[in-house]
């Protein structure tokens, strides 16, 4: 007999638990998809012209270029071997799930689909901090450009894919890999804006059987 009181399939993708006693830690947690693109937005084209004021502009959007680059690689590698090491107890599990388990539980919840800035402007700091160390003044600017265009991109993408059914080709095409990744095998399609890696890698979920029923979306 089915407990009609229980929730529904859909109702528990979407839900939004508290992941924080603290109330504030738990709303630091929860962040509107538009409040990356007001941070990173004027960021990038802070640094974009920075690098201008520094190079040609040949070598700015070179730069830029292989900043991107380098972030689909980012972005693969930290999905790969961040979000998904998964200690089975402890402080390890618990961080697991606040970082990247809670998403698999509930991957509809509108507001935890984009990286929260508590945690994407102090990473996006280190992350600048590096490739100044790195690059120095002259090259840095551009290519965190490029980094952190790819950054925006891919939460973007990610948001687009869990709440809206794409109708072009690419689209159907990213959404089906990361829903894959979901709902049949999350060793496979860690690549979200840039799947190529995964063919790459060797983990691509293309040999994967059709995902049946998928998360709601809106047309």
Do not use: C, K
Request: hydrophobic share 45%; net charge neutral.
């Amino acid at each position: 007999m089915t407990d009609s009181s229980a929730p529904s399939r859909a109702d528990v993708l979407r839900a939004s638990p508290p992941m924080f006693d603290s109330r504030l830690l738990d709303a630091l947690s929860r962040v509107h998809p538009l409040v990356p693109i007001l941070i990173f937005g004027p960021a990038i084209v802070g640094l974009m012209a920075w690098g201008l004021s520094r190079l040609s502009v040949l070598a700015a959007v070179a730069l830029a270029v292989g900043g991107y680059a380098l972030w689909t690689l980012f972005e693969y590698w930290l999905h790969r071997i961040v979000f998904h090491f998964e200690p089975e107890e402890g402080l390890g599990a618990r961080m697991h799930w606040i970082i990247h388990g809670v998403h698999h539980d509930h991957p509809n919840d509108p507001l935890r689909l984009v990286m929260p800035p508590a945690v994407s402007v102090p990473l996006g700091a280190v992350v600048f901090g590096v490739l100044y160390l790195v690059f120095g003044g002259r090259y840095s600017p551009a290519l965190g450009a490029g980094f952190f265009t790819g950054y925006l991109a891919y939460d973007m993408t990610h948001y687009y894919l869990h709440h809206f059914r794409p109708r072009g080709r690419l689209g159907r095409m990213l959404r089906e890999r990361h829903m894959r990744h979901h709902f049949q095998d999350e060793t496979r399609g860690f690549g979200i804006s840039a799947p190529y890696w995964d063919e790459v890698f060797g983990t691509s979920s293309r040999g994967v059987a059709s995902v049946g029923e998928e998360p709601p979306a809106r047309n």
